[in-house]
């Protein structure tokens, strides 16, 4: 749902612009078009109200979030707030700041409506936006309410920026399609990929979607709320394959074992993520801290793992091994093939999954030790085309993964239906599994027209 009216309290907004510049998400990293956005002057408090759609009643809504594009200061610098009319309390509540945001770069996010129905039974949805600081002007390149709604359909995302029919559904196309060979790993046509703002700490609403595959944080909470055996038998017994998403190439400092990785395994901060380390997956030291996590996602019955930062051994010094990036490549791959031998040794089904550094097919060991690759921003990153050198070198190295038998899973960042329904088509076209969603991952996102209704 897109903001109707906009009525600024306080303050004031940059000349020229209007409404419009909430609407769609088009700008990333540091663009600076004037009319795509709306500024916000400091101080300025102001109110943008959205009617549910035609049909739509307030018993029919089951969730809703926020959905945000915004540039500018920091919380450090500056505080800005996102808050909601409740109905039920008569009163603005907190629904979140811009802590999420890096500075002055564009970053896109979603908060969430929890309860939705006190935000939406007495009228339209009215979100606040303001700042009693003078410190700084922010901008918003989107502002936008995503509800879900009851049908018999499981429920389709409602989304501002998304439209009812981004295209023409077409089958996953797993098998010969592309000239491609059958994969390995059956039964996967479709996969969804939330790592944070579960409702209730809960994956219902997964549960109730008709995705083959589900990637989730091993814990609901990032840190030791871990998922049990008995939600994630329950989202298999709804014919779903779930991996436990978790690093094996970094560290977050809020993460359970933060404590426990000395300071000189830690290679300093990963770029645009502050409070995250690369660490020296290398050293024998680590590999408790990747045991431990394998252990949790065996325990809890996952279908297997979904492992993220392997882009590390190409982001640190090429000397941080007092070697080089081939011989860094070789520890990478070394590590994927300890926990294949680990896990398989324990669950012979539990299937393996890397996620980016395609390339990595060209060392020997690599293919023998994965059932999967997933990649990230294949064909759209944030709604920009993925045009650079490395996006084609990753393009025709996941493609090599795939001719290989194995599945592919790629995930792209996009709100635009025409950007949305260019992904699906060329990644299914490539023998690929695509998702569409935002990068925050902090959704589900149900894409009409392509993901499973």
Not at 112 to 124: I, K
Not at 132 to 160: E, H, K, W, Y
Not at 263 to 272: R, T
Request: hydrophobic content about 40%; aromatic content about 10%.
């Amino acid at each position: 749902m897109t903001c109707a009216t906009l009525q600024v309290e306080s303050g004031a907004i940059g000349s020229g612009q209007s409404v419009q510049g909430l609407h769609t998400q088009t700008l990333s990293g540091t663009q600076d078009r004037w009319t795509e956005y709306v500024e916000f002057f400091p101080g300025t408090s102001a109110t943008c109200t959205y009617a549910l759609p035609a049909g739509v009643g307030p018993s029919d809504v089951l969730s809703a979030e926020v959905g945000i594009n915004y540039r500018g200061p920091a919380t450090a610098q500056m505080r800005w707030l996102f808050e909601a009319w409740d109905y039920t309390a008569g009163a603005w509540v907190l629904v979140g700041d811009n802590a999420f945001a890096q500075s002055w770069r564009w970053t896109a996010t979603s908060l969430a409506l929890t309860t939705p129905q006190r935000f939406v039974s007495g009228g339209p949805v009215r979100l606040r936006y303001r700042t009693t600081s003078t410190a700084d002007a922010s901008l918003l390149d989107l502002l936008v309410v995503r509800i879900q709604v009851a049908a018999s359909d499981a429920g389709t995302s409602t989304d501002a920026g998304t439209s009812v029919d981004a295209g023409t559904s077409t089958d996953a196309g797993t098998g010969t399609d592309a000239g491609m060979p059958p994969v390995q790993w059956e039964g996967v046509n479709s996969f969804t990929y939330q790592l944070t703002n579960y409702p209730q700490g809960r994956l219902d609403i997964i549960a109730n979607s008709k995705f083959d595959l589900a990637i989730v944080d091993l814990a609901r909470d990032g840190y030791t709320n871990w998922f049990t055996a008995a939600e994630i038998t329950a989202l298999k017994s709804r014919g779903k394959q779930v991996l436990a998403y978790f690093e094996i190439g970094a560290i977050e400092d809020f993460r359970p074992e933060w404590s426990q990785v000395p300071e000189d395994l830690k290679l300093g901060p990963v770029s645009g993520w502050p409070n995250e380390q690369y660490v020296k997956y290398w050293d024998e030291r680590w590999w408790p801290i990747v045991q431990g996590r394998i252990d949790q996602a065996l325990a809890a019955g996952f279908t297997g793992c979904y492992m993220d930062m392997v882009v590390t051994y190409e982001e640190i010094p090429a000397n941080s091994a007092g070697t080089n990036r081939a011989d860094l490549a070789r520890k990478m791959v070394a590590l994927i093939e300890r926990i294949s031998l680990y896990a398989k040794a324990r669950n012979p089904a539990f299937k393996v999954m890397p996620q980016n550094s395609p390339e990595l097919v060209d060392v020997p060991a690599y293919l023998p030790a994965i059932d999967g690759l997933g990649m990230e921003d294949m064909y759209w990153s944030d709604d920009s085309p993925c045009s650079f050198g490395w996006c084609e070198e990753n393009r025709t190295n996941a493609a090599r993964v795939r001719a290989a038998g194995k599945l592919v899973l790629s995930t792209d960042y996009a709100v635009q239906p025409a950007n949305i329904a260019d992904a699906y088509t060329r990644s299914r076209a490539a023998g690929f599994v695509p998702y569409v969603s935002v990068r925050a991952l902090n959704q589900m996102t149900v894409n009409a027209g392509w993901d499973p209704q």
